[in-house]
Structure formats: structure tokens, C-alpha cells
């Protein structure tokens, strides 16, 4: 089984940018499509970003389309989830999960979920 770690999370003011990171050990990263989902207080866990096991085929969640970009580097078995213009909308816990099927949106069909990273927007 796949073990992942995010990274990158942290204070940054509405309009900048964070990049996340998810560094995946075990067994081979690079065989998972990559999704990543956020949950903030009270709220159910939503999905944010998905990439293929290539990088080549990525979709976004409406909220974070033009915003946001997530790639991979399967050489380094990591994905990232680079965000722009961040906004007071976007705080939540970041988590990446690896795909073993189902609808790529869906927190379901999931290996594997990392501990996620918290990310705050201040004014």
C-alpha cells in the first residue's frame, strides 16, 4: 500500500499563492491517478483536483478552475497541487488520495489518503 505525506500548507494572504506537494512511498506512486479533496470545519470533504497516472489528463473542481493547477513528477513519485489567487473560501485541511477507481471526483475508491495539510487565508 501506498503511503502519502502532504506538505506545503500554511498562513498566506487572500490573493497569493501556495504550492502542495504529496510524496507518495510504498508501492509504485506512479501506478495511481492522484486526487486531491478538502474539507473545512463542519463541512463534508469535497474534491478539488485529479491527474492521471501520466499528468497528461487533469480535471478541476468548478471553485478552483483558471486557480489552480496539479501535476506530477513520477520520478520523484510526487504530485503537486499549485494555487493561485487564493481566496477566504479556500481554507480547509488539503488531503491528495490515490485512485483505485470509481468516479474521480467521488472520496470513494480510494487506497490511500495522506494525513492532509492545513491551508488559512487571512485578509
Known amino acids: 500500500q501506498v503511503q502519502l505525506v502532504e506538505s506545503g500548507g500554511g498562513l498566506v494572504q487572500a490573493g497569493g499563492s501556495l504550492r502542495l506537494s504529496c510524496a507518495g512511498s510504498g508501492r509504485t506512486f506512479s501506478d495511481y491517478a492522484t486526487a486531491w479533496f478538502r474539507q473545512a470545519p463542519g463541512k463534508e470533504r469535497e474534491f478539488v483536483a485529479y491527474?492521471?497516472?501520466?499528468?497528461?489528463?487533469?480535471y478541476y473542481a468548478h471553485f478552483v478552475k483558471g486557480r489552480c493547477t496539479t501535476s506530477r513528477d513520477n520520478a520523484k513519485n510526487a504530485v503537486y497541487l499549485q494555487m493561485n489567487s487564493l481566496k477566504h473560501e479556500d481554507p480547509a485541511v488539503y488531503y491528495c488520495?490515490?485512485?483505485?477507481?470509481?468516479?474521480?471526483?467521488?472520496?470513494?475508491?480510494?487506497?490511500?489518503w495522506g494525513q492532509g495539510t492545513p491551508v488559512t487565508v487571512s485578509s
Open positions: 491527474i492521471d497516472t501520466t499528468g497528461m489528463i487533469t
Open positions: 488520495a490515490t485512485k483505485t477507481g470509481g468516479y474521480y471526483y467521488a472520496p470513494t475508491a480510494v487506497g490511500s
